[in-house]
């Protein structure tokens, strides 16, 4: 009996002691506990208590069928019958399962009786072989392309999107969401620095390309379709309109151009003949389409039309006019001022809940969702999307996806972690222990009851 009580002995000291498990973990070389990235939880302690009471419970019946083996035999050396040796085989073989289960159970963990048994703390002494087998395992069957095909091809997403996208509630939030993105990613940018990527872009842009062929056909497409006409309507009425008020400005121009030796009453008249032609010439080509200087400003604009297209003389220029204009200080403000007016045009729309382009935004995401819900394929194009951008993540970003498994997994604490994953599984463990102690009572019984039967 003494024998049994020090195996129980030992038993018992191999489970771990309040001061064991909340022993401080080491620190690694930053001065950062791995413990702290796999802390443990209130959950984890509730687990711990319940793997302690596990423990307890086996021990205890590993305690009991050694009583048990005790007391029968001795009834069996005082004469109490054949049933004490049945009992007796029963409860040695208990013993030994329970002990056999103890052993493999705890060797997961821990060195049995704190010996250096090989092949035993299997968790802590291969804790990064692990990690690296895990990283593998996840890669080889979750992250290949072959199931995340058939698994997003099974979820549906084109059509899952589209009914939930088609609910105006839904729309609604999105394009609250989309708006609170927008207006953070506006206030986060510098307006200096997108002012001086704007002024860049476009600069460049307008250096690099030639303005005068464009020109030229623009101009050619409006002088054919005569839109032109509406400029020069405008500028003879302003010009008439401007000879009427201005009737002694013109004729001071005209008098004080007159040489200094012809009489002033000459140049009165020559002043007042000059004005009058000057407004009976606007007045006509106001009032004439036909008239022959709107014929021979149509010539003029198609020639320059053709000359902005196919004369490099005229092309050279209008370059290098272009360069003088970009080049001046006004402009590359009016430039770099006109993202400032976009962001606050976009900002403004984006916080009113009636602007247009919100409105416009729900307004698309709810006929995007109707479209999806209701139509093939759409949801196919969708479902190809989605799959082709996840395949292409985890095909190029799996190495990194894996290692972060891996580099995770090493970076623990072996101790630690052994502790935390024996608390998530320890209890069901502890069922292996007790069933052990069962199966081996029952398996003992049989081959003592064959052994009887056979010999008898």
Sequence with gaps: MRDHRGITERVELMEPTETET????????????????????????????????????????LLFVALVYVLANLAGHQGAGPWA???????????????????????????????PIPHTAIIPTKKDQLGVSLGEFV????????VVRQR???????????????????????????????????????????QAVVTEAVTR??????????????????????????????????????LVLHRDEVMVAVEGGAPGWTPRFV??????????ELLRFCAEMRDMPAHPARGALDRFLTDFASDLQSDTDTRARVERLKGEVLGRGEVQDLIASAWTAVRSMIVAAAEDERSELRLRVRAALLSLGARMASEPKVQEKVDSWVEGAAVHVVTTYRKEITSLITDTVAGWDAEHTTR???????????????NGTVVGSLAGLLIYVVTRTLGA
Excluded at 86 to 111: I, N, Q, S
Excluded at 139 to 144: A, I, K, M, V, Y
């Design 22 to 61: 909340t022993a401080p973990a080491p620190a690694t070389a930053r001065g950062v506990s791995y413990r702290t990235m796999t802390a443990f939880t209130p959950a984890d302690e509730e687990r711990r208590r319940g793997v302690r009471r596990m423990k307890l419970t086996a021990t205890g019946l």
């Design 85 to 115: 040796g049945y009992v007796a085989a029963a409860a040695e073989a208990g013993m030994v399962g329970a002990l056999a289960d103890w052993f493999a159970v705890t060797a997961l963990f821990r060195h049995p009786l704190g010996l």
């Design 139 to 146: 890669g080889e069957n979750f992250l290949s392309q072959d």
């Design 152 to 194: 997003l091809r099974a979820v549906g997403i084109g059509s899952r999107l589209g009914a939930w996208l088609a609910e105006p509630e839904h729309a609604d939030r999105v394009t609250a969401e989309l708006a609170t993105a927008l207006r953070g990613a506006l206030t986060v940018l510098r307006d200096s620095d997108v």
């Design 205 to 242: 842009r307008a250096n690099t390309q030639e303005i005068a062929p464009g020109l030229g056909k623009l101009l050619e497409g409006i002088v054919a379709d005569g839109g032109h006409r509406r400029v020069v309507d405008l500028v003879v009425t302003r010009a008439h309109d401007w």
């Design 267 to 276: 140049d009165r008249k020559v002043g007042e003949r000059v004005y009058k």
């Design 420 to 434: 935390k994953i024996e608390a998530h599984i320890g209890r069901d463990l502890q069922f292996i222990r007790i």
